[in-house]
């Protein structure tokens, strides 16, 4: 016997919604013309065993974009969990592998923007060109990366090469020089060539002591994308109540919506989740205050 839509709808229950197994329309979280998503990076804590429970996590809080970080996207490719057979299996990798990623995201109505593949100093040229080509397989239109300035320089005509916009990540780390995380640091590492942006994170830069609606206007035209989190001044810590810490959020959601810039403002969930509360709760909370600033 056939089973009954009844059934298929049964079996779904643990995976997609059935209309998104179908290829349902994007998820739509552009508000007033600025695109808010979120970095996969927020959904660490439900990403094993199943990876896929992330996919499902952006349908569920109606999240239409995706910062994809690397290691979820090769484990959404079925890479294996033994560090020691790792390489190997990166080996055997094509931009196949990576557009089948791609496809589990749009499938469910979420687009993946963006590819997080953090570049350190102890990396090979291979390593560094293999998330390049991951890129590119995904179909993205930049990588957002956490490294230091000495990597930045290495990286630059890797960039340039592939003309794929890398997006330097900040943090607040502002007593070392080799750190993405001064004024001075952000103007030597986009010094280092054409396709070296930023992808600047309004909580950290605000720790770090600086104005995020002064600095967005003067280099939106080489910022990737955003990370949004409230942080205090003073390298003070994130706060779970959006709104309720220093970072202007508010401020530079009106920004984008009045200048229209186009690059999405990602949430990053990184405070400690309450006891009597889960990460898509809460992510859910931080949608509806950054959609309640773009109003």
Not at 164 to 185: C, F, I, K, M, R
Not at 208 to 236: C, E, P, S, W
Request: aromatic share 8%; proline share 4%.
């Amino acid at each position: 016997m056939q089973p009954t839509r009844r059934d298929i709808g049964k079996i779904a229950l643990a995976s997609l919604p059935l209309a998104r197994m179908f290829g349902a329309a994007r998820i739509d979280s552009k508000f007033n013309g600025v695109q808010i998503g979120a970095i996969t990076y927020s959904f660490n804590r439900i990403a094993a065993p199943d990876p896929e429970a992330i996919v499902r996590a952006y349908v569920e809080i109606g999240l239409g974009e995706a910062e994809l970080m690397s290691d979820h996207c090769e484990a959404l490719a079925g890479a294996p969990a033994a560090r020691n057979q790792i390489k190997q299996w990166r080996m055997k990798t094509d931009a196949n592998t990576w557009k089948a990623v791609a496809k589990k995201f749009n499938d469910a109505g979420v687009d993946v923007a963006l590819l997080c593949y953090n570049m350190q100093d102890r990396m090979t040229d291979e390593d560094v060109e293999y998330g390049f080509r991951m890129a590119e397989g995904l179909g993205v239109k930049a990588i957002s990366t956490s490294t230091t300035l000495t990597m930045a320089k290495r990286i630059a005509p890797v960039a340039d090469r592939h003309k794929l916009l890398v997006g330097y990540h900040g943090h607040d780390a502002t007593g070392d020089p080799n750190q993405t995380a001064t004024l001075e640091s952000y103007d030597t590492l986009m010094s280092y060539g054409k396709y070296n942006g930023i992808n600047l994170d309004i909580g950290h830069f605000t720790a770090a002591g600086y104005d995020a609606v002064a600095f967005i206007k003067q280099h939106h035209a080489k910022i990737t994308n955003l990370h949004v989190k409230d942080r205090k001044k003073n390298h003070g810590p994130n706060v779970a109540v959006w709104g309720t810490g220093d970072t202007p959020i508010r401020e530079v959601m009106q920004l984008l919506k009045k200048e229209k810039y186009g690059f999405p403002a990602n949430l990053e969930l990184e405070y400690p989740i309450p006891h009597d509360s889960n990460i898509i709760a809460e992510a859910k909370k931080c949608l509806a205050y950054v959609k309640s600033c773009l109003g």
